[in-house]
């Protein structure tokens, strides 16, 4: 639990420093259709510990991408996160492995959400949002916000 600890602290420091984030756009792709997102990019530790922190809203074609350097299995926890979000953890070629909801959480013990898989990227969006498009394990995350994948 110390590292969860660790990073709300990041995320903390990283909002009082008035961190900003890249943005780009994303697509997932499944049954043969094309869902297009405007999405903020969490591409360094900093920018992945604040997340949707404080956040009190998300537009509906709207999410926020974590690229790691490295494959992880790593869980996420939704402490001072105040949006019901879905999380679908995708590998390096954009295959979606896991979907997952998450609820707020605004006080600990926050759970942690893992999504039995190693994933290199997770995508956060509103809660519901592959439901209400059909999309599941196995549809596919491409688009320019993937070009800013750390190396």
Known sequence: MRFFALLGLLGLLALAQGLTFPKSTLYVE????RHLLKVEVADTPARQ???LMFRERLGEDEGMVFLFPAPTAGGFW???TLIPLSIAFFNREGVVLRILDMAPCKADPCPVY???VVYQGALEVNQGWFRRR???EGARVGGEALKLWPK
């Open 30 to 33: 499944g049954n043969g259709k």
């Open 49 to 51: 510990a604040q997340g």
């Open 78 to 80: 939704m402490k001072n």
């Open 114 to 116: 893992y999504p039995g």
């Open 134 to 136: 059909g999309l599941a």
